[in-house]
């Protein structure tokens, strides 16, 4: 059997990568945490598979080579109900796009003009970002 065509690293999900070909310039996607609700207006894609599975870091971690992001918003209760380690392990994902910290209730009014939503497993108290396209 032939299997040179099949895509053997970075992204493997069909549904993630038919999402990811939609996003141009300026577009967001939202990768959310297991708590995040269900948004009927935009499409959602659910990779959860168990607590801790996929983080969202594993998602933004798989993205940022082959995905240009200009810009994270996040909610600013992140840094305060989340431990220092936790803090550093998102910042290092991070690396150099800058980030948007702003009110969760403000956070959520950005999320109906995204082109999707990725939701994973991850238990992180406001742990969902909203990426936008560079």
Do not use: C
């Amino acid at each position: 059997m032939h299997h040179a065509a099949m895509l053997q690293t970075g992204i493997l999900n069909p549904h993630v990568l038919s999402l990811l070909a939609r996003i141009r310039h300026t577009n967001t996607l939202v990768i959310a945490d297991w708590a995040f609700p269900y948004w009927p207006e935009i499409e959602t894609v659910d990779i959860s598979l168990t607590v801790g599975i996929p983080t969202v870091l594993d998602v933004l971690d798989l993205l940022t080579p082959n995905f240009k992001i200009g810009r994270i918003w996040q909610a600013e209760e992140f840094l305060a109900t989340n431990p220092q380690d936790k803090v550093e392990a998102f910042a290092k994902s991070f690396g150099k796009i800058p980030v948007t910290r702003e009110p969760h209730i403000d956070f959520k009014k950005r999320v109906p003009k995204a082109i999707g939503l990725i939701r994973t497993g991850d238990p992180t108290a406001y742990g969902n970002l909203i990426l936008e396209s560079e």
